[in-house]
């Protein structure tokens, strides 16, 4: 009886530790994939290039040591200092349909709220889409405040340039910024809307995978545009300088808050379908409106985004947006650690300048679409 006993508590809790211990790692190496060895090979430039930055990654949705250098998955900060990072946009997932493809979704399914239980996060986290969301915010300034100086987490201009100052000495720091993939997580509320720009996001995605009541996501069902409560929260996230991030945004919510919105807008990460023709990229009119508003356009890494997952593929889409609207405007949109195959990690970008080079682009042009643009957008957008 006592044995019988022991079995049905042991094996629950063996099963337990597995589940708990092991899958939600295995879940982060099998989806975030690195395809080729590190180290890669530097420019002898490279370490020099003023300002690498990234408008795009997940990382915060994993449970990985940020401190510490992983053995899998793209981004943490000892490769960050290693790939002369200066700047990653760090944006927030809090809810993913099952089946998550870029056609069609619809909101019935939450593949975050799941993790968010397997990786044994706050309770609050795995019912609460905004609390989990709020809760990675804190979890990139804790790591800040752990990280000795080396990593800061920028939210205004006057931040930002003490730290562009301070780096010109020093490339042993880095920092990111917050942003968010999919206006979901304000659970319908626009008051909501103060508390994530308290905890320093600076950009919102309107939809991430699904329709959802601000706007319609290029991966919905219906696929609309801005609704009624979505006009208001823009006004209301321009008067907060939060800026809006089009990534994800069906073709109508594209043109709606390029005709509602003067102000300058993000495309954190994409492609464009003259390089690459599906449903999540930007067309060549899409493109050339979000140069009118002085807005910024960052190239992914992955196969949706530029047909290929080298280097070369994301700079023959970087060389089609600098063609149409300047090489001012384009930049690096990675997302790294966002459940995409890449050939390299963060320590990899010296391949992409490399790529860039073959591309015909000048050194003064390569330092601005690695990150220079990106650090010029800011110091012109961000909150004083
Ligand atoms: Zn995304």
Same mark, same amino acid.
């Given at each position: 009886?006592?044995?019988?006993? @022991?079995i049905?508590?042991?094996?629950?809790? !063996?099963?337990?530790?597995?589940?708990f211990?092991?899958v *939600?790692?295995?879940?982060?190496?099998?989806?975030n994939?690195v395809?080729?060895? *590190?180290? =890669?090979?530097?420019?002898?430039?490279y370490?020099?290039?003023p300002?690498?930055?990234? /408008?795009?990654? &997940?990382?915060?949705?994993?449970?990985?040591?940020? /401190?510490?250098?992983?053995?899998?998955?793209?981004v943490?900060?000892?490769?960050?200092?290693?790939?002369?990072?200066a700047?990653?946009?760090f944006?927030?997932?809090?809810?993913?349909?099952?089946?998550?493809?870029?056609?069609? +979704?619809?909101?019935?399914?939450?593949?975050?709220?799941l993790?968010?239980?397997?990786?044994?996060? +706050? *309770?609050?986290?795995? =019912?609460?889409?905004?609390?989990?969301? /709020?809760?990675?915010?804190?979890a990139?300034?804790?790591?800040?405040? #752990?990280?000795?100086?080396?990593?800061?987490v920028?939210?205004? @201009?006057?931040?930002?340039?003490?730290y562009?100052?301070?780096?010109?000495?020093n490339?042993?720091?880095?920092?990111?910024?917050?942003?968010?993939?999919?206006?979901?997580?304000?659970? #319908?509320?626009?008051?909501?809307?103060?508390?994530?720009?308290k905890?320093?996001?600076r950009?919102?995605?309107l939809?991430?995978?699904?329709?959802?009541?601000?706007?319609?996501?290029?991966?919905? !069902?219906?696929?609309?545009?801005?609704?009624?409560?979505?006009k208001?929260?823009?006004?209301?996230?321009?008067?907060?300088?939060?800026?809006?991030?089009?990534?994800?945004?069906?073709?109508?919510?594209i043109? &709606?808050?390029?005709?509602?919105?003067n102000?300058?807008?993000? $495309?954190?990460?994409?492609g !464009? @379908?003259?390089?690459?023709d +599906? +449903?999540? %990229?930007?067309?060549?009119?899409?493109?050339?409106?979000i140069?009118k508003? %002085?807005?910024?356009?960052?190239?992914?890494?992955?196969?949706?985004? $530029?047909?290929?997952?080298?280097?070369?593929?994301t700079?023959?889409?970087i060389?089609?947006?600098?063609?149409k609207?300047?090489?001012?405007?384009?930049a690096?949109?990675?997302?790294?650690?966002?459940a995409?195959?890449?050939?390299?990690? $963060?320590?990899? /970008?010296?391949?992409?300048?490399?790529?860039?080079e073959?591309?015909?682009?000048?050194?003064?042009?390569?330092?601005?679409?690695?990150?220079?643009?990106?650090r010029?957008?800011f110091?012109?957008?961000?909150?004083?």
């Amino acid at each position: 009886m006592k044995k019988a006993l @022991k079995i049905f508590l042991v094996i629950p809790a !063996v099963a337990a530790i597995i589940f708990f211990g092991f899958v *939600p790692q295995m879940i982060d190496k099998s989806m975030n994939v690195v395809s080729k060895k *590190p180290p =890669f090979p530097k420019q002898k430039y490279y370490d020099s290039i003023p300002f690498i930055a990234d /408008l795009h990654c &997940d990382a915060l949705l994993w449970d990985r040591n940020f /401190l510490k250098k992983n053995d899998h998955g793209h981004v943490d900060l000892p490769r960050m200092i290693e790939g002369n990072m200066a700047m990653q946009v760090f944006s927030i997932v809090s809810k993913t349909p099952r089946g998550i493809n870029i056609e069609n +979704n619809d909101d019935h399914t939450d593949q975050v709220a799941l993790l968010s239980f397997a990786q044994l996060r +706050n *309770p609050a986290d795995w =019912f609460s889409i905004k609390t989990r969301a /709020l809760h990675q915010c804190e979890a990139l300034h804790d790591l800040a405040k #752990n990280s000795d100086g080396k990593f800061r987490v920028i939210t205004n @201009k006057k931040d930002l340039q003490k730290y562009i100052n301070d780096r010109q000495t020093n490339h042993n720091i880095t920092a990111g910024m917050l942003g968010i993939e999919g206006a979901h997580c304000l659970e #319908n509320d626009l008051n909501n809307l103060d508390k994530f720009g308290k905890a320093g996001v600076r950009y919102i995605g309107l939809t991430h995978f699904f329709d959802n009541e601000w706007a319609g996501s290029a991966h919905g !069902v219906k696929k609309e545009g801005l609704t009624e409560k979505g006009k208001q929260l823009i006004k209301k996230m321009a008067d907060a300088h939060i800026m809006i991030d089009l990534a994800h945004a069906s073709q109508k919510t594209i043109s &709606d808050v390029l005709a509602y919105h003067n102000g300058p807008v993000v $495309v954190s990460h994409t492609g !464009v @379908k003259g390089v690459c023709d +599906n +449903n999540r %990229n930007l067309t060549d009119a899409q493109i050339i409106e979000i140069g009118k508003h %002085n807005g910024i356009i960052g190239i992914g890494l992955w196969e949706t985004a $530029v047909c290929g997952t080298d280097a070369a593929a994301t700079a023959k889409s970087i060389r089609y947006v600098a063609d149409k609207i300047g090489v001012d405007k384009v930049a690096l949109g990675s997302d790294f650690d966002g459940a995409i195959g890449t050939h390299f990690d $963060v320590t990899g /970008l010296p391949e992409i300048v490399a790529a860039l080079e073959k591309q015909n682009f000048t050194r003064a042009e390569i330092e601005k679409i690695m990150g220079g643009n990106i650090r010029d957008f800011f110091l012109r957008n961000l909150p004083d």
